[in-house]
């Protein structure tokens, strides 16, 4: 039996020992028990909110997955800073499993009432735990359990910050091989005791805001872990799962206490960060401090990339000036070969229009165009040959885009915006590019002129800007050639 335990935060000593109890009562009765501190629902102004909550917010809907058989939540500190309606339609997310709130709220079964007051919020988190389970069962709830003894817990917080400290220390000074920090982050936690661990991160960053609230993607990427004490290979990257078997991969048909923690940069989510519970999680910003080196390491990790793409565009340049003696021309806001807008020109142009014209009520459509073939064009017939195919597709899109801001960004690239008034646009437009690339194959003789491209549409947002709309039309062009 899997159950799910939703809480603030950590740093919260009443949630901690909560936890604490809960986590007992879980090893008692045998089942699993998975804790998701996901902090404080937003208050209702968007200029009210604390990002940083709203993002560990979006951990929260982990718990609607089919793997949960039943719930535990701690409605009152979670929603504490939101309205009632939030509230309620916070809890309506989870109504079609069985849950308990630990507090009395309305329409909604809750545990029963502990009487312990030394050991209150211990006895709390056990009692939720039982009362859970006898309520999946019987769908009413069981008599009040036993109570328990607990003793005052002695944080050995030196050792777990120590623990921290040598994580630290290790990973930011690079004492791991090219590619390895996260196998080597796992590594670390398995030699200070933590035999069941991952890293997950999700194939593309998805942004989640107030306006866009996020959708759990429906595959996560295992970047490092570790079950039991064996370390899994991901060194591929290829260890895809279901973000709903989380749960099934790490506890192998056993019973165990885990937690998850959310990855995020900004407004972008990430992944997750799954461990097993241990009594260094109740150490003094233990678990905030954890988070903070994963999510440092992931940050890292997507610089490196990026660092890469832009290593690699940079070499395309070079390529590009060695065919051409015209420096001036690179440098300045034409393309040399088609005579309309370069790389810089494109982008000038493209935030003057953003600027001037992109307001409330109206659309951004962003296309790319790519030159498929250009590549064995040059290869097969020479790069006069390839020139002039270029410039065909100049003209072309010239016919299609007229009056929009379109420029050769790559040599085999293409991009294009405008501002329209009425939604659909990118429809109309996507007919006349279907329209003129199969007239352009019909006109192809020797070779096959073809382009493949993606046009999206944006409605107006105060926070939008042109590298988000590139980064998504990009994304949707890179899928089109994943599927051809």
């Known amino acids: 039996m899997n159950i799910g335990l939703l809480v603030t935060e950590l740093e919260d000593q009443e949630v901690k020992r909560i936890c604490r109890g809960a986590a007992k009562a879980a090893a008692g009765n045998n089942v699993t028990l998975c804790i998701i501190p996901g902090k404080y629902l937003p208050k ?32 009152e500190r979670i929603c504490s800073r939101t309205t009632i309606l939030k509230k309620e339609a916070f809890l ?11 507090t009395p709220q309305d329409g909604y079964s809750h545990v029963n009432q502990v009487l312990d007051d030394e050991f209150y919020f211990e006895q709390l988190g056990y009692e939720a735990v039982c009362d859970i389970i006898f309520y999946k069962k019987n769908q009413v709830l069981p008599p009040e359990c036993e109570k328990q003894l607990f003793e005052e817990r002695v944080s050995d917080s030196e050792k777990a910050m120590a ?70 290979d991901a060194s591929q990257g290829t260890m895809l799962i279901g973000t709903d078997r989380i749960l099934s991969t790490f506890t192998r048909g056993t019973n165990r206490t885990l937690i998850m923690g959310d990855l995020f940069i900004s407004e972008y989510q990430l992944g997750i960060y799954i461990h097993e519970f241990m009594d260094s ?21 997507h610089l490196e990339r990026q660092l890469k793409k832009t290593t690699d565009e940079l070499y395309e340049v070079q390529e590009e000036l060695a065919r051409d003696d015209s420096v001036l021309d690179h440098i300045g806001d034409v393309d040399y070969l088609t005579g309309g807008l370069n790389r810089r020109g494109f982008f000038a142009k493209a935030y003057d229009l953003l600027k001037e014209n992109f ?33 065909k597709v100049a003209e072309i899109l010239g016919e299609i885009f007229a009056g929009s801001v379109c420029g050769r960004i790559r040599g085999d690239e293409f991009a294009v915006i405008e501002i329209a008034d009425d939604e659909g646009t990118s429809d109309t437009l996507r007919e006349r590019m279907s329209m003129q690339n199969s007239k352009l194959l019909a006109e192809s003789g020797r070779y096959i002129n073809h382009l493949q491209y993606a046009i999206c549409e944006f409605s107006y947002e105060d926070n939008l800007s042109l590298r988000e709309m590139l980064k998504e039309t990009d994304k949707n062009l890179r899928k089109l050639k994943g599927n051809i």
């Open 44 to 75: 209702t102004g968007s200029s009210d909110i604390d990002e940083f909550d709203y993002q560990f917010t979006a951990l929260f809907d982990y718990a609607t997955s089919d793997e949960f058989d039943a719930l535990i939540i701690d409605a």
């Open 163 to 232: 623990a921290l400290g040598e994580m630290s220390y290790l990973i930011f000074t690079k004492k791991y091989d090219a590619g390895e920090a996260f196998s080597f982050f796992n590594r670390i936690g398995l030699k200070n005791g933590v035999k069941t661990s991952a890293i997950l991160l999700y194939d593309e960053m998805t942004k989640n805001t107030v306006k866009y609230p996020w959708k759990i993607p429906a595959q996560i990427c295992i970047k490092s872990g570790v079950i039991d004490g064996d370390e899994l």
């Open 359 to 391: 307001t409330e009520g109206r659309y951004a459509v962003v296309a790319y165009i790519h030159m498929e073939s250009l590549k064995r064009i040059n290869q097969m017939f020479g790069h006069d040959e390839g020139d002039r195919a270029v410039k």
């Open 281 to 301: 999680d109740l150490s003094p910003f233990f678990s905030t401090n954890l988070m903070s080196i994963i999510t440092g390491m992931c940050r890292v990790a």
């Open 92 to 102: 309506k997310k989870f109504e079609e499993k069985p849950l308990l709130t630990l």
